[in-house]
T-cell receptor, first 114, second 114 residues
Framework: AQKITQTQPGMFVQEKEAVTLDCTYD???????LFWYKQPSSGEMIFLIY??????QNATEGRYSLNFQKARKSANLVISASQLGDSAMYFC???????????FGQGTRLTINP | DSGVTQTPKHLITATGQRVTLRCSPR?????VYWYQQSLDQGLQFLIQ???????AKGNILERFSAQQFPDLHSELNLSSLELGDSALYFC?????????????FGEGSRLTVL
């Protein structure tokens, strides 16, 4: 079975600071993908970044990077130079190779203070 | 804009009623997924279709059913509605089934059962 754990229900960060959102996962599959999605107050789910289990380098997409530590089964999202518009719920998710569904964590509500 | 279209965006109905939620996937995507997001349950996978065939089933109630049509759009039917069915229902699509690729989500259909 796959499981995602996000231990930070809420985080408050000052604008322009970097922020790390924690995510640990559990799976027995050797091949899997890890994802981060952003859900602003308007409700839509926005794909941010993807990391494959066999990728040698950490994924980066603009101000987003994924700190992938395979041995520790962690896939933390790092947002550099946070902006007010980054305030949202952030979900970590994974899908094992061959599995149909994406399994989500409970989310972290990030608030960026001016 | 993810390219996934969901209608209606908002729906208010009464207990015992039946509603249909509609989803048009991204152009070319063969897989459609339905998720339910409620406050206390997080994002729960309901069901997945690939090219018209059901591929995976999650925590979908017997009162709920879905289908994917030849033009690849999908409908989620919710019947005998209860107060607890109030939630945000997401449709997502992907090009593949079972692969590591990301899911692209629609903006969701917010259902309120009174």
């Amino acid at each position: 079975a796959q499981k995602i754990t996000q231990t930070q229900p809420g985080m408050f960060v000052q604008e322009k600071e970097a922020v790390t959102l924690d995510c640990t996962y559990d799976t027995s599959d050797p091949s899997y993908g890890l994802f981060w999605y952003k859900q602003p107050s308007s409700g839509e789910m926005i794909f941010l970044i993807y990391q494959g289990s066999y990728d040698q380098q950490n994924a980066t997409e603009g101000r987003y990077s994924l700190n992938f530590q395979k041995a520790r089964k962690s896939a933390n999202l790092v947002i550099s130079a946070s902006q007010l518009g980054d305030s949202a719920m952030y979900f970590c998710a994974m899908r094992a190779q061959g599995a149909q569904k994406l399994v989500f964590g409970q989310g972290t509500r990030l608030t960026i203070n001016p | 804009d993810s390219g996934v279209t969901q209608t209606p965006k908002h729906l208010i109905t009464a207990t015992g009623q039946r509603v249909t939620l509609r989803c048009s996937p991204r152009s070319g995507d063969l897989s459609v997924y339905w998720y339910q997001q409620s406050l206390d349950q997080g994002l729960q996978f309901l069901i997945q279709y690939y090219n018209g065939e059901e591929r995976a089933k999650g925590n979908i109630l017997e009162r709920f059913s879905a289908q994917q049509f030849p033009d690849l759009h999908s409908e989620l039917n919710l019947s005998s509605l209860e107060l607890g069915d109030s939630a945000l229902y997401f449709c997502a699509s992907s090009a593949w089934t079972g692969g590591p690729g990301e899911l692209f989500f629609g903006e969701g259909s917010r259902l309120t059962v009174l």
